[in-house]
């Protein structure tokens, strides 16, 4: 079953005193990157989100993971006086009004101005407890991450699965056609000779006419692409029905599939096989852009 690299996943949950909101969402990328933003006082908690995705069974795609907390000890940060420094630093600025006689009192805005008359003040956080609220959002939040994966993968499953059908007909299509573009060379070229040496009264060597149509027909045969095509469907097929995690293994599998197109278009000369080339082209394209989206 497919799973899209392409998804969207958001639970908020009040945990304790907090309200804790998960958000995440994915695009396509050729590896798992995981971009996690969180209030300061859990960036301890950054190092463990990528791994429990990976536990989960991502390991493809480019995801932001966004998490908000509001509440009690949201910010896990307190405010102290620093007492020391404030005496001094009060004192300072009375000997500067007296010494030069400067108008106006020293308020309360005036000291506060100057940031080192505080301390801010982080308690060392409790990082088990910590993970275990957070996880508890969060293993909802992926939870509908990965539905909404799924279902978007069981939807791309579906359209490739349709166009591979196209594929195999059009193969078809071209089959039958090559063979008939063989008799059809060996008609001609009889027809033609006939009416060259008609005129002359000269019999018609038939093991020439069977050599030349022999040439030909080894010239322009699919036979080997058309195997292997078959053999490459067959694959797809099983790639289907395997469950894991096969884009890159897609994506290769049908660079082979166009290469084997590629020959038989250059191989072959009627017009409807190049019509049918083109289609088969035209589809393959549009099965690559799907396989884009899948893990």
């Known amino acids: 079953m497919f799973k899209s690299m392409t998804a969207f996943g958001r639970f908020k949950d009040v945990v304790g005193n907090r309200e804790i909101t998960v958000e995440i969402k994915s695009v396509n990328s050729r590896y798992f990157e995981c ?12 190092q463990r989100i990528k791994p ?15 998490v908000t907390v509001n509440g009690e000890c949201a910010d896990r940060e307190d405010i102290e006086l620093n007492r020391t420094f404030a005496e001094k630093y009060i004192s300072v600025l009375r000997q500067l009004k007296n010494e030069f006689s400067l108008s106006g009192e020293i308020s ?28 508890s959002v ?17 939807r791309i499953e579906l359209d490739i699965s ?16 090559s063979y008939s573009e063989i008799e059809g060379y060996r008609k001609t070229l009889e ?30 045969s699919v036979d080997e692409e058309l195997v292997r095509l078959e053999s490459h469907f067959c694959a797809f097929e099983d790639f289907l029905l395997s469950g894991e995690p096969v884009g890159r293994s ?12 590629n020959t038989i278009g250059s191989k072959c000369s009627n017009a409807e096989i190049s019509h049918l080339v083109v289609e088969f082209k035209t589809e393959t394209e549009k099965i690559r852009e799907q396989i884009q989206n899948i893990e």
Do not use: M
């Not at 429990?52 to 966004?66: A, D, H, L, M, P």
């Open 35 to 46: 971009q996690t933003r969180l209030p300061r006082a859990y960036s301890h908690l950054e």
């Open 52 to 66: 429990y995705f990976i536990s989960r069974g991502v390991s493809r795609g480019k995801t932001e993971v966004n």
């Open 108 to 135: 309360v805005s005036d000291v506060a101005k100057n940031q080192d008359v505080f301390l801010f003040v982080k308690p060392e956080p409790d990082e088990e407890n910590d993970w275990n609220d957070l996880l």
């Open 138 to 154: 969060l293993s909802v939040a992926v939870d509908k991450f990965l539905d909404s994966r799924k279902q978007e993968g069981e």
């Open 162 to 177: 349709e166009k591979l059908k196209n594929l195999r007909q059009i193969e078809n299509n071209i089959k039958s056609l």
């Open 191 to 220: 027809d033609k000779i006939k009416a060259v040496l008609a005129d002359n009264s000269i019999t018609v060597d038939e093991s020439r006419i069977l050599t030349e149509c022999a040439i030909f027909a080894d010239r322009v």
């Open 250 to 261: 897609l994506d290769f599998l049908l660079q082979e599939i166009n290469r084997e197109i």
